[in-house]
């Protein structure tokens, strides 16, 4: 079972909140601008297995090819597990390998993937990245770091009760 979301991340400041001295304003360094990449993640929330790659778009043929290198590296069938993105398209999945179901949509909290973001984000917070390839960095590393924590991150209980009825 394989939860999936993209993260947009770049060079625009990702603001978070700031603790100062009663009656003094927080300084944080902003870069006004925005290059983006996304980060299109998969991860199984009981096993901490996961793919991931940086691409330049949220569309379709992004998608579809994200999903084509997923599927070269699987040994059994899966679920997969999404969002109801505009990109997220069924007949992108070979029947034998993924079983596509979505989640409902503005369910955001049903998605492990999201609190996985979550702990990304906070690595970026008060940030500032010039370019593109420090953001995507910064992302990465993010990512590495926190990938020995993902099962206990993302395994909600209603996925573990889940697992354990098959």
């Given at each position: ?6 993260l947009r991340t770049g ?7 700031k603790?100062t ?5 927080p300084v944080?360094p902003?870069k006004?601008g ?9 991860s ?5 297995e996961g793919?991931a790659?940086f ?5 379709g043929e992004?998608?579809q ?5 997923v ?6 069938k899966?679920?997969?597990?999404a969002d109801g993105a505009?990109?997220h ?7 034998d ?7 409902p ?5 049903l998605?492990p993937?999201?609190?996985?973001f979550k702990e ?14 420090q953001?995507q960095?910064?992302?990465?590393e993010a ?7 993902v099962v206990?991150i993302?395994?909600?209980p ?5 697992s354990?009825?098959?």
């Amino acid at each position: 079972m394989f939860f999936h979301d993209e993260l947009r991340t770049g060079t625009r400041t990702e603001l978070g909140t700031k603790w100062t001295p009663m009656g003094h304003r927080p300084v944080a360094p902003v870069k006004i601008g925005y290059e983006s990449v996304w980060l299109y993640l998969t991860s199984c929330p009981l096993t901490g297995e996961g793919f991931a790659a940086f691409l330049p778009r949220l569309d379709g043929e992004q998608f579809q090819w994200f999903i084509e290198q997923v599927q070269t590296c699987l040994i059994s069938k899966a679920l997969f597990i999404a969002d109801g993105a505009t990109a997220h398209k069924a007949e992108f999945f070979a029947k034998d390998k993924l079983r596509f179901i979505r989640l409902p949509t503005a369910c955001p909290e049903l998605n492990p993937v999201e609190r996985f973001f979550k702990e990304v984000r906070r690595q970026l917070k008060s940030r500032v990245f010039t370019t593109l390839e420090q953001a995507q960095q910064c992302v990465q590393e993010a990512v590495e770091l926190l990938a020995d924590k993902v099962v206990s991150i993302t395994a909600f209980p209603y996925i573990r009760d889940a697992s354990n009825q098959y």
